[in-house]
């Protein structure tokens, strides 16, 4: 397995998709790390602490600012929302101007990019004396750690979980805790189309590469298997052979040739994802918090339930998507950024996030008070554990883009038909993929 210092040698990242060549002129070396050993580090920090956050994240991340600025008046965070799909480019401009940020709470997935080329400070030893570090999402953490060393902690979590409109199970006779493979969740869908006239079984955004990706794969991870296979740096395709994942394509060919998903599902780009379930016409829906929950009225909450997303015979599993918090090297108030992190990951802060639409990143921040105000925020903290995400340099390559080989291969499979074709097709793609990311 390649190591963190031989990636530096490589002359960039093709798994950037366009932002590798800000990346390859950084700058003519590493920038320095602040000194996390010294005293006082991370306590009674002052002065202007510069966060970036993503525009996507923004609510959340302002809700934690503001906390944090009732809570003491030594340091002011000078709050940067950055478009998500602008963030890793005007990173990547920064670190080559050699002017960053002194905190980033970045999309968890991409953070990765970034730790290969040394751009991250090492927080291991700091992390080891986190109280509470044995509470955060493993899934989040893993995607900010490479050969053991820990350069990025979990702020906040946009999980995907099932959700259930418990009304129509209830009228079509469907017992929630069936819902614990994908035969019960297909019963369950062709149950809920029975009852008539524009009522599904099911719903997802059909055209949307990055919603596909983030709730339908955790069905094959619930199985133990991913579409994915090696470590970063030595990754090929998983796909041709992957019984997991060819029951998961056949899951959604069968309710889409039974019209137990609304038609208009094979348009759907995302931009009225979950409508269709707010307003009571689908059974099902794989999504966020945001999706069917945030913002709506008392009687939509009152008829909603929520599981985690199942595997082909059972297991669970979820996509544990969100942003974690990385100190950039050369960061000038590295040591208010460690303190605002501390401050972020408390179980008062954690408790907070549903009012902003995001699930808390410790299990533990799931105390009485909370599951009682935000029952349906509850399931991914139960099972924190069952969260997970791909770690690798081609993450948007293969999953986010609209031609990439994941979402190619769910549509040719799901809507055309060929699931043997989508497969295979999708495993040359995925190796030609990693392959150019990792040369």
């Known amino acids: 397995m390649r190591t963190r210092r031989e990636f530096l040698a490589l002359a960039g990242l093709a798994g950037l998709a366009g932002v590798s060549p800000a990346l390859a002129g950084c700058g003519s070396g590493v920038l320095p790390a602040p000194d996390t050993t010294a005293a006082g580090f991370g306590q009674d920090a002052t002065?202007?602490?510069?966060?970036?956050?993503?525009?996507?994240?923004?609510?959340?991340?302002?809700?934690?600012?503001?906390?944090?600025?009732?809570?003491?008046?030594?340091?002011?965070?000078?709050?940067?929302?950055?478009?998500?799909?602008?963030?890793?480019?005007?990173?990547?401009?920064?670190?080559?101007?050699?002017?960053?940020?002194?905190?980033?709470?970045?999309?968890?997935?991409?953070?990765?990019?970034?730790?290969?080329?040394?751009?991250?400070?090492?927080?291991?030893?700091?992390?080891?004396?986190?109280?509470?570090?044995?509470?955060?999402?493993?899934?989040?953490?893993?995607?900010?750690?490479?050969?053991?060393?820990?350069?990025?902690?979990?702020?906040?979590?946009?999980?995907?979980?099932?959700?259930h409109n418990t009304e129509l199970l209830g009228r079509a006779s469907v017992d929630p805790a069936s819902l614990t493979d994908l035969d019960g969740c297909l019963a369950a869908a062709r149950a809920v189309r029975e009852l008539g006239g524009d009522t599904y079984g099911w719903s997802l955004a059909g055209n949307a590469s990055g919603i596909i990706g983030f709730v339908t794969q955790p069905h094959t991870w619930a199985a133990g298997t991913d579409m994915i296979s090696g470590e970063v740096g030595e990754q090929r395709g998983g796909i041709e052979g992957n019984g997991a994942l060819r029951a998961v394509l056949d899951f959604y060919r069968t309710?889409?040739?039974?019209?137990?998903?609304?038609?208009?599902?094979?348009?759907?780009?995302?931009?009225?994802?979950?409508?269709?379930?707010?307003?009571?016409?689908?059974?099902?829906?794989?999504?966020?918090?945001?999706?069917?929950?945030?913002?709506?009225?008392?009687?939509?909450?009152?008829?909603?339930?929520?599981?985690?997303?199942?595997?082909?015979?059972g297991g669970v599993s979820f996509f544990t998507g969100g942003d974690n918090l990385c100190i950039p090297r050369g960061a000038q108030n590295a040591s208010a950024a460690w303190e605002f992190t501390r401050f972020a990951l408390d179980v008062a802060q954690q408790e907070r996030l549903p009012v902003g639409g995001y699930f808390p990143v410790r299990a533990d921040a799931a105390t009485d008070r909370y599951r009682e105000e935000f029952p349906l925020a509850v399931a991914p903290l139960e099972q924190i554990r069952a969260g997970y995400a791909p770690r690798t340099l081609s993450y948007n390559l293969l999953y986010n883009q609209p031609d990439s080989p994941y979402f190619e291969m769910f549509r040719r499979a799901v809507f055309d038909g060929d699931v043997d074709g989508a497969m295979a097709g999708a495993q040359s793609a995925y190796d030609r993929v990693l392959e150019q990311a990792q040369r």
Not at 268 to 295: H, I, R
């Open 255 to 313: 309710m889409w040739s039974e019209g137990l998903m609304p038609r208009g599902n094979f348009s759907d780009t995302g931009t009225s994802w979950g409508s269709d379930f707010t307003a009571g016409e689908v059974g099902l829906l794989p999504g966020n918090y945001f999706a069917a929950v945030m913002d709506q009225p008392a009687e939509v909450a009152a008829r909603t339930g929520v599981s985690l997303l199942p595997g082909p015979t």
């Open 47 to 163: 002065g202007v602490l510069r966060l970036w956050a993503r525009s996507d994240t923004q609510t959340g991340t302002q809700a934690v600012v503001d906390a944090f600025h009732a809570s003491q008046d030594r340091i002011r965070v000078e709050l940067t929302p950055v478009l998500g799909t602008q963030y890793v480019t005007k990173l990547a401009t920064a670190i080559r101007a050699r002017a960053v940020p002194d905190l980033l709470a970045m999309n968890d997935i991409d953070t990765i990019l970034f730790i290969v080329r040394d751009v991250f400070t090492d927080l291991t030893d700091l992390v080891a004396q986190l109280p509470g570090r044995e509470q955060l999402s493993p899934g989040q953490t893993a995607l900010s750690t490479l050969d053991d060393r820990v350069y990025g902690l979990p702020f906040l979590a946009d999980d995907s979980v099932l959700w």
